[in-house]
């Protein structure tokens, strides 16, 4: 009896292990698969650098986001600006290295700190700025202000104020363009902060399970709002969230501009040539408050001059400067920018205010 008892014990203990086994198992390959998809993909896939003639052309336009900003930032202490103003500086390397390596038949879409983007995809700094003073010459005629930034025809599909709520929308233009077969591809930036909600997880699955050419870029400069991403998330590798879809996922230097553009134009590759999608997790660094009236105390002094040490314009500078640009090419595009900013401010307080009889246009009644 005591025997039979024994084997029948032991016999329960192997199957309890068996099982715990099979699930370690199941939980490795399950891990293991897209993160050797993730090495074949890049097995095999040349490096492309930017030109120096390119390079000094992104220079300009991230110069021109920095100085665009900066301008919006004090139009908006003198009340000319209102609502609210998310300010991009300090990430300009991601913006402008990752829409530099899409065609311009491909769709941006993003979330409400957009006015890098914008600029990058081709909208003017006269348009931009005019849409901040709530004017008629506005990219989105005067209605959308700081975080509604639009344009169609440069398919720019905005700029949207509520936390994760795009993600879907960039899946749904991969499953239009996939539909299609015309060849082009999704750009669905967003922060860190929108990881963790429901709309983001709807938008990742379906672009694995319907394999949809969409680039999400997650812009994590480490703060929701005022909230740090170690109280949001139990790991700071955001780009972990692509494993459970799966899809390919890679960790960027969003300072650096060269690496901004190489991981992007990789992905963007990928989504064109074999409608896959990809996750990228740029670490990145915003140098002002979540918006204009955010004093951001919730960060140290020290931890924003270390940010600003690898400023994302003086890195690519220095690499300019290494390659043998003089600086009397630099002063000559940040004499143009400068004008251009002066420029912009200017149309956009003489452009006149939406006529009163067109309020309710484009409003559901």
């Not at 709807?202 to 929701?224: D, S, T």
């Not at 996750?279 to 002094?301: C, F, I, Q, W």
């Not at 043998?324 to 956009?348: L, M, P, R, T």
């Amino acid at each position: 009896m005591a025997i039979s008892g024994h084997l029948k014990r032991a016999k329960e203990k192997n199957r309890r292990n068996a099982y715990v086994l099979a699930c370690h198992l199941g939980l490795f390959f399950n891990i293991l698969r897209p993160e050797l998809i993730r090495f074949l993909l890049y097995v095999g896939e040349t490096s492309v650098s930017l030109s120096l003639e390119k390079s000094l052309e992104l220079y300009e336009q991230m110069y021109l986001m920095r100085r665009f900003e900066e301008s919006a930032a004090q139009s908006y202490t003198e009340r000319k600006i209102g609502g609210f103003l998310h300010l991009y500086i300090g990430q300009e390397a991601v913006a402008t290295g990752v829409i530099a390596a899409t065609e311009e038949k491909d769709y941006v879409v993003t979330s409400y700190r957009d006015h890098a983007h914008y600029l990058a995809k081709g909208g003017t700094a006269r348009e931009g700025m005019a849409e901040l003073f709530g004017k008629e010459g506005g990219c989105s005629g005067g209605r959308g202000g700081s975080m509604h930034f639009f344009d169609a025809e440069k398919r720019f599909m905005g700029g949207w104020g509520i936390v994760g709520a795009h993600v879907p929308l960039a899946a749904g233009i991969g499953f239009a363009a996939k539909y299609k077969n015309d060849g082009t591809v999704a750009v669905c930036f967003l922060g860190e902060g929108a990881v963790s909600i429901g709309p983001f997880h709807e938008g990742m699955c379906l672009a694995a399970l319907w394999k949809l050419p969409v680039v999400f870029v997650v812009e994590n400069n480490r703060y929701a709002m005022g909230t740090p991403i170690h109280r949001t998330m139990s790991t700071e590798d955001v780009s972990t969230r692509a494993l459970a879809y799966p899809m390919a996922r890679a960790t960027v230097d969003g300072c650096d501009l060269d690496e901004s553009y190489e991981q992007a134009r990789i992905a963007v590759k990928r989504a064109r040539e074999q409608s896959l999608p990809t996750l990228l997790e740029y670490k990145t660094y915003r140098y002002r408050g979540h918006s204009m009236a955010d004093p951001a105390k919730y960060r140290t002094k020290d931890e924003l001059e270390e940010w600003k040490r690898r400023d994302p314009l003086n890195l690519l500078k220095t690499k300019l400067t290494a390659k043998g640009v003089e600086e009397s090419v630099f002063k000559q595009i940040e004499d143009k920018v400068e004008a251009e900013v002066v420029d912009c401010k200017e149309f956009a307080e003489q452009s006149p205010e939406p006529a009163a009889e067109t309020l309710a246009d484009f409003v559901y009644i």
